[in-house]
């Protein structure tokens, strides 16, 4: 439900950037304006949104996951202390802007701290999120390396988001120059690449995961699908947010700023949906349906495993042997492969999507 409301909202937001007037004399304050104020009204009004579903996703979470390591439930609780303080700093900026500086239309171009504080946050919360799922891909395949080159992207893309951060908020104003325009260049594509490699290591991995059950494969299929998924949607926000910024005047247009504030609340968004869906995925391994039980103790007996039925008309003798077979088929798997399980046994149920 979440991903179909993100695309129908960067499709209004994309269709209100390619139908905004073209620039001339006579309209180029009311572009202006709504080249900034609206662009950035637009972008707050459908982070807002998202935070509706966050908070649903976070209380389910709570509420089907209380088996949970500690840790986990804290990460996960920080990060959603983490998107309530975002929406505050957005939430105060427009206030500031719309409300405060009414009928100002250069206060814009002078923000102040909770603007720069809602973009420094957007990035920690992806730093935590991709760490998660950096974790994630080491312990699927207890591989020290494989989770590294990820965390240093996303560790390049923390950093220089902060001194894109530092060198604006000293200039106090939105409108970039020739050195930070290579920042923000660098901090989209590291968060493309680590949200890229995640997709393909988990893809790969869950894919030598595949048994002989058709079940288990299902269920393999679907966690690669959310993965894929994911990182689909943050990496076409990301690319987005870069065209726009490319083709906004040098930062002038805020338009790219109302992209780059859906990225961290789409991922955590991304990451709780998959921890929330474990349980029906369990269920569709395990196979389980509507069954019928014959209670067989209840059924006269006699010795030897024979009973009688009797009725009107004739006498009956029955004889029940009953017998068991199993098909065990076992999967080699290294030990404590997912952190959000308690037992170190891996069993196809237990597979948990990223």
């Known amino acids: 439900m979440w991903v179909a409301f993100t695309q129908w909202s960067l499709v209004q937001l994309i269709f209100y950037i390619l139908s905004g007037p073209h620039m001339n004399s006579s309209a180029s304050q009311k572009s202006s304006i709504e080249n900034t ?51 505050v700093t957005l939430c105060q900026s427009l206030y500031e802007f719309m409300v405060l500086d009414f009928g100002n239309p250069l206060a814009i171009t002078s923000p102040t701290w909770s603007f720069w504080t809602s973009i420094q946050i957007t990035s920690t919360m992806e730093i935590i999120v991709r760490c998660l799922l950096s974790y994630r891909l080491y312990a699927l395949s207890k591989i020290r390396w494989i989770a590294v080159p990820i965390v240093l992207l ?3 893309h923390f950093v220089v988001v902060l001194v894109y951060v530092v060198i604006e908020a000293r200039h106090a104003t939105v409108v970039t120059t020739n050195v930070t325009n290579p920042i923000l260049y660098l901090a989209a ?38 993965s894929v998924n994911t990182c689909v949607i943050t990496c076409m926000v990301t690319v987005l947010c870069v065209v726009t910024y490319a083709v906004s005047l040098n930062g002038e247009r805020l338009i790219w700023l109302s992209f780059y504030h859906q990225l961290g609340t789409l991922l955590f968004n991304a990451l709780l949906a998959t921890y929330n869906a474990r349980q029906e995925l369990r269920e569709a391994v395990s196979g389980r349906g509507d069954l019928i039980t014959i209670p067989l103790s209840d059924l006269p007996t006699s010795t ?42 891996f069993k196809p149920e237990d597979v948990s999507p990223a």
Request: proline share 1%; aromatic share 10%.
């Open 154 to 156: 996303s560790l390049c």
């Open 37 to 87: 104020y609206g662009a950035y009204l637009i972008g707050v009004v459908i982070s807002v949104a998202l935070y509706g579903v966050t908070v649903l996703q976070t209380y389910i979470y709570f509420k089907k996951n209380e088996h949970d390591r500690k840790w986990l439930k804290r990460v996960v609780l920080l990060l959603w202390i983490l998107d309530t303080m975002h929406k």
């Open 189 to 226: 594509a590291s968060g493309c690449c680590s949200d890229i490699s995640l997709a393909t290591c988990q893809t790969i991995i869950l894919r030598r995961l595949r048994s002989g059950f058709k079940a288990t494969n299902k269920v393999v299929h679907t966690i690669v699908l959310y």
């Open 304 to 345: 030897g495993g024979m009973f009688a039925a009797s009725n009107s008309s004739c006498n009956c003798q029955m004889q029940i042997s009953t017998g068991r077979s199993t098909q065990r088929k076992v999967n080699s798997l290294p030990e404590d492969a997912f952190t959000d399980f308690k037992s170190a046994t």
